[in-house]
């Protein structure tokens, strides 16, 4: 049975009908809102490639159904920040940080969070618990050191 309800994404009122009412939030972000910057890793709440930051939380998207969010703030790596400059996007470039660059949305939205939760620098990297399969572990923590 189609589901339709409203979410907010980067501060914008989305209003979506999913055919499924288990769609988990990833899809509904990626394929009915067209932001494709969070990406599909595990689907297990296990990489964090999928993450976005609900109410200010890093939170997996790829399990939980998306209607489950309604009257949450999501924050998607394209709402971080306008032009890639929040903070840890310009850690990132000035550390050379990505390689393939599949995880690093999700890497971002960690560093994030944890910033947001009041950690600095070289504390950041234990919040982080997000999988890079490129192994970019050690430049990741190059960056989190100058936030
Ligand atoms: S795809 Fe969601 S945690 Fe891996
Ligand atoms: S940069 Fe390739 S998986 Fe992390």
Redesign the pocket.
Known sequence: MAATFTLNVNGQNHTVTVNNPAMPL?WVIRDLIGLTGT?????????????VLVDNVPT????EAAESFVGKNIVTIEGLSPNSSHPAQLAWIANQVPQCGYCQSGQLISTAGAMLAGYHGAAIAPQIQNVCICGTYPRILQAVETL
């Open positions: 990833l990406k599909y890793g595990c689907g297990q709440n296990r990489c964090g490639a999928c993450y997996n998207t790829c399990l």
